[in-house]
């Protein structure tokens, strides 16, 4: 038997439920190579990003055996393995990364999962219900088609919604059938919004300001990548399996500090020719002079008019039960999430 974590959990559901296509499986090491290397599978299509199952040194594995992996103590799966392998720690950050300093998130996380990974033929598949109850890529394929949506955008996110997400997300309901808004949710980092916030704020503000028929929205369960370019790419296949013809892609997605150039991820999807066309936006911020949320293409006054989102502070000022400047977080969506934390703060001292 196999403790799993969270993230290998998650993955394993993407895989069987298709937002991993065309990976079937936990990846060999002719995959992983090939993915470090030339961003492929081994068969030559586009992938970025390793999908490992990594498992502790004890027990001893051995290939031909069948091994019962759990979760949280629940049986999950059973793996009948037929690889056994060791990832170089060292050549897989530079090459997902692009860097090995030990205070990129990426590189943390790399560092402290097992180095052994196994992968084999899956059977006996049972999801705890926290993932069963979110909708597969056959699901959301089925609510577009019968919604009668033929170009769907979709956004991704970490956050609740913000006076910039509104700006992009506006600006592509403009031009698509439907927008498809799936929040990663599924880390458990303290510094982070939770799932339950974000969703819980995103349900509000669409029922409140959008037209509800052109919105559909779901979280997606995931672990977070931060691997800038790659992580991009990573993230724009995963919604074309889930049906969207359409991304949104803002200024530097899935960056981290000043790792990645900020047009990189953009210029990354492109390039990649994955088949979802994008649509594109610089920094959005509000001006004072425009008097309104903008695009830094459209606007020529100087940056001191500019009051530009940041998250980090706009979470700090939520806690303390502050509100954040209307320009940068509706009035009522910044009450919801002020409540919302007060209430888990209060569960937390229970
Ligand atoms: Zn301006």
């Known amino acids: 038997m196999i403790e799993i974590s969270r993230k290998n959990l998650m993955d394993l559901f993407q895989i069987t439920a298709g937002g991993y296509e065309p990976i079937h499986k936990f990846m060999g090491s002719g995959d992983i190579e090939s993915v470090l290397k030339y961003s492929m599978l081994d068969t030559g ?15 001893y594995i051995r290939a031909g055996e069948t091994v019962c992996l759990h979760y949280s103590g629940s049986h999950v799966a059973d793996m009948e393995v037929e690889e056994i392998l060791h990832i170089d720690k060292g050549v897989y950050v530079l090459a997902i990364y692009a860097t090995d300093s030990p205070d990129h998130p990426g590189v943390m996380d790399t560092m402290r999962e097992s180095a052994k990974c196994i992968t084999g033929k899956i059977s006996r598949i049972k999801f705890p219900d926290f993932l069963n109850m979110n909708p597969d890529p056959h699901e959301t394929k089925r609510v577009f088609r019968e919604l009668g949506w033929r170009t769907i955008a979709a956004f991704q996110t970490r956050n609740p919604p913000h006076r910039a997400h509104e700006f992009m997300q506006r600006r592509a309901m403009e031009t698509v059938d439907g927008l498809f808004i799936n929040p990663v949710t599924g880390d458990l980092k303290n510094d982070d919004f939770s799932g339950t916030e974000i969703m819980k704020a995103y349900s509000y503000f669409i029922s409140k300001y ?3 028929w052109k919105v559909f929205l779901s979280p997606l ?8 370019p790659r992580a991009a790419v990573f993230l724009a296949q995963i919604r074309k399996n889930y049906g969207c013809t359409h991304f949104i892609v803002g200024r530097d997605m899935a960056g981290v500090g000043k790792y990645y150039d900020p047009y990189a991820a953009q210029k990354a999807i492109e390039e990649a020719g994955i088949g979802i066309e994008l649509i594109k936006f610089q920094e959005v911020f509000f001006c004072r002079m425009c008097s309104e949320t903008v695009d830094s293409r459209s606007c020529a006054h100087d940056e001191i008019y500019r009051t530009v989102l940041s998250m980090s502070s706009i979470r700090n000022s939520l806690k303390l039960g502050m509100f954040p400047p209307r320009q940068s977080m509706r009035r009522d969506v910044a009450e919801k999430l002020i409540e919302e934390l007060a ?8």
Do not use: F
């Open 45 to 59: 299509e586009t992938w970025t990003i390793p999908i490992t199952l990594n498992v502790p040194e004890i027990p």
């Open 210 to 212: 959008y037209p509800s």
């Open 221 to 228: 369960m995931i672990a977070m990548r931060y691997a800038g």
């Open 343 to 350: 209430t888990q703060k209060n569960s937390d001292i229970l």
